[in-house]
Nanobody
Framework: QVQLVESGGGLVQAGGSLRLSCAAS????????MGWFRQAPGKEREFVAA????????YYADSMKGRFTISRDNAKNTMYLQMNSLKPEDTAVFYC???????????????WGQGTQVTVSS
């Protein structure tokens, strides 16, 4: 199994930045890709971005391109999401997850973290 722990969420004003972290432990050698998703109250879970655990491939939701940057540090078994120019509509719980393929479909992700709250005030 793989355990995932997100951190870095919080309250920020519109226009501000946050960097989320996702620390992986356990059978990390089995990870092919990792992704970030978010879920706002009353809405479905939404794909944000994904990254290959090895190599440099990344994949973003169209609406996230330009403001969000996904990265990883394999030595630390940690994935990051740098979020800039945050807007109130970015307010959500952000989750990280692992998958055997690069995908925007949450159904193919098998391990999930507990989530970290991001709140953007206007």
């Amino acid at each position: 199994q793989v355990q995932l722990v997100e951190s870095g969420g919080g309250l920020v004003q519109a226009g501000g930045s946050l960097r989320l972290s996702c620390a992986a432990s356990g059978r990390t050698f089995s990870i092919y890709a990792m992704g970030w998703f978010r879920q706002a109250p009353g809405k479905e879970r939404e794909f944000v971005a994904a990254i290959r655990w090895s190599g440099s491939s990344t994949y973003y939701a169209d609406s996230m391109k330009g403001r969000f940057t996904i990265s990883r540090d394999n030595a630390k078994n940690t994935m990051y999401l740098q979020m800039n120019s945050l807007k109130p509509e970015d307010t959500a719980v952000f989750y990280c997850a692992t998958s055997r393929i690069m995908s925007s479909d949450p159904a193919v992700y098998n391990y999930w973290g507990q989530g970290t709250q991001v709140t953007v005030s206007s």
